[in-house]
Antibody, heavy 119, light 110 residues
Framework: EVQLVESGGGLIQPGGSLRLSCAASGFTVSSNYMSWVRQAPGKGLEWVSLIYGDGTTSYTDSVKGRFTISRDSSKNTLYLQMNSLRAEDTAVYYC?????????????WGQGTLLTVSS | QSALTQPASVSGSPGQSITISCTGT?????????VSWYQQHPGKAPKLIIYDVSNRPSGVSNRFSGSKSGNTASLTISGLQAEDEADYYCSSYRSISTLVFGTGTKVTVL
């Protein structure tokens, strides 16, 4: 059974750093493209970042240079390193698995982890 | 990066059909057949219901269908049921390896 479990969220001050983790089971993270998607409280979905199977990465403009997506094949885990955090980064962060049949579509999602950036 | 435009809300009675639009540009919806639709119930993670404009993943009801014309994609829910009450989001691949979501539509079953 495919499962994604995010962790690492919490309360952090503006300018701080945090790393989110997404532990996968039931499939191999490095064999799929994977993404982070966030949702600010009461707002819509916003794509954040994606990593292809070959390791190529992509980011939305607002996080370029601040966030880094990566994965650890030995732990079958996806990460999002977030630096220089801002209040507008406050959101529930979901990790999602890319489908093997569609393009840039995601068939399994984690339950999300809440990041709050506030002083 | 501006979001795709969806109506804020759509409503219908049980058994009726409703359509949600998703308007973008030639750099996203109009330029690629890579539009997906997601259903999200309150407090839950999104669920993929349509991929590549009009394809349904295994297990998704055939009451959900997708289409595209020019820069606008559409999701139709036929035979509306109480369980369809949720938020719906479109997404599209956008040129140079990015993804954009729609603004979201709240579906209410009257």
């Amino acid at each position: 059974e495919v499962q994604l479990v995010e962790s690492g969220g919490g309360l952090i001050q503006p300018g701080g750093s945090l790393r989110l983790s997404c532990a996968a089971s039931g499939f191999t993270v490095s064999s799929n493209y994977m993404s982070w998607v966030r949702q600010a409280p009461g707002k819509g979905l916003e794509w954040v970042s994606l990593i292809y199977g070959d390791g190529t990465t992509s980011y939305t403009d607002s996080v370029k240079g601040r966030f880094t997506i990566s994965r650890d094949s030995s732990k079958n885990t996806l990460y999002l390193q977030m630096n220089s955090l801002r209040a507008e980064d406050t959101a529930v962060y979901y990790c999602a698995r890319g489908t093997g049949y569609g393009y840039w579509s995601f068939d399994y999602w984690g339950q999300g982890t809440l990041l709050t950036v506030s002083s | 990066q501006s979001a795709l435009t969806q109506p804020a809300s759509v409503s219908g009675s049980p058994g009726q059909s409703i359509t949600i639009s998703c308007t973008g540009t030639s750099s996203d919806v109009g330029g690629y057949n890579y539009v997906s639709w997601y259903q999200q119930h309150p407090g839950k993670a999104p669920k993929l219901i349509i991929y590549d404009v009009s394809n349904r993943p295994s297990g998704v009801s055939n009451r959900f269908s997708g289409s595209k014309s020019g820069n606008t994609a559409s999701l139709t829910i036929s035979g509306l049921q109480a369980e369809d009450e949720a938020d719906y989001y479109c997404s599209s691949y956008r040129s140079i390896s990015t993804l954009v979501f729609g603004t979201g539509t709240k579906v209410t079953v009257l």
